[in-house]
């Protein structure tokens, strides 16, 4: 049984950071590669960033770029992602991911999590 549960969303002021946090039920975290995702009312689910099992290679959208940072702790079983600069464009629901490898979890990513809410108000 594999859970992923996302944390540390919440209301911010333009120009504010968030810490997101994603604890994960895997019984071989380190075996697999850790995305988030987000929604935006109205749009279609976006990739935002990822990372692979080692934590070496990390990739992100070029709207994050510079301002975010993933991240992961593989002896927590959790992965961050530290959103600074953030834009009320941000605003939207964040979803942590896992998948075996880093290309196939940009596509159909084989676990999600629940969703956890940030909203930046300008």
């Known amino acids: 049984q594999v859970q992923l549960v996302e944390s540390g969303g919440g209301l911010v002021q333009a120009g504010g950071s968030l810490r997101l946090s994603c604890a994960a039920s895997?019984?071989?975290?380190?075996?697999?590669?850790m995305g988030w995702f987000r929604q935006a009312p109205g749009k279609e689910r976006e990739f935002v960033a990822k990372i692979n099992w080692s934590g070496s290679s990390t990739r992100y959208a070029d709207s994050v770029k510079g301002r975010f940072a993933i991240s992961r702790d593989n002896a927590k079983n959790t992965v961050y992602l530290q959103m600074n600069s953030l834009k009320p464009e941000d605003t939207a629901v964040y979803y942590c991911?896992?998948?075996?490898?880093?290309?196939?979890?940009?596509?159909?990513?084989?676990?999600w999590g629940q969703g956890t809410q940030v909203t930046v108000s300008s």
């Open positions: 991911a896992a998948d075996s490898t880093m290309a196939t979890l940009q596509l159909n990513p084989d676990y």
């Open positions: 895997l019984s071989s975290f380190s075996s697999y590669a």
